[in-house]
């Protein structure tokens, strides 16, 4: 049952980025938005993968990996809620980079809590978890629906 649970975890937490960003383009294109500002909103999850370690290395050591990932994928509901509802670029930028500096630490989180449970259970020897499970679901999925 463990492991379904993390599976079923990894998928959501990746299916979440793929159903959201793809579009994004395409929206930000029938906004209007001008390409400096689109180049900016685009990079906001690259900046979000630049302060991903520093929340890692935090919720490591002082906090529980699953309470920090609950806050985050919070946060980021939180920011993606804002950012459907406005139509100016410079808002639409600030909710995307704040929600992406709560969403990329949550990747290294997700992938973390399989690995510290697995080792945890000393589940090697009833079969083998491994943190990219969700990325081989996501994509399963995506075949199997024609995508």
Same mark, same amino acid.
Not at 20 to 23: D, G, Q, R, T
């Given at each position: 049952m463990i492991?379904?649970?993390l599976s079923t975890m990894m998928l959501l937490q990746y299916m979440m980025y793929a159903v959201?960003?793809?579009?994004l383009a395409a929206y930000l294109t029938n906004l209007e938005v001008? @390409?400096?500002q689109k180049a900016l909103i685009l990079s906001s999850m690259a900046i979000g993968c630049m302060a991903s370690p520093l929340v890692g290395m935090l919720a490591d050591r002082f906090f529980a990996a699953q309470k920090v990932l609950a806050g985050l994928n919070f946060i980021h509901a939180a920011m993606l809620l804002w950012a459907g509802t406005t139509n100016n670029p410079n808002?639409?930028?600030l909710c995307l980079l704040l929600g992406?500096?709560?969403y990329?630490? @949550?990747?290294s989180l997700t992938s973390a809590i399989p690995w510290h449970t697995c080792h945890r259970k000393n589940s090697r020897k009833s079969g083998y978890l491994a943190p990219s499970d969700g990325w081989h679901q996501v994509f399963s999925v995506?075949?199997?629906?024609g995508f």
């Open positions: 492991k379904f649970k959201w960003w793809v579009p001008g @390409s400096t808002i639409l930028f992406m500096l709560a990329m630490p @949550s990747w995506s075949f199997s629906s």
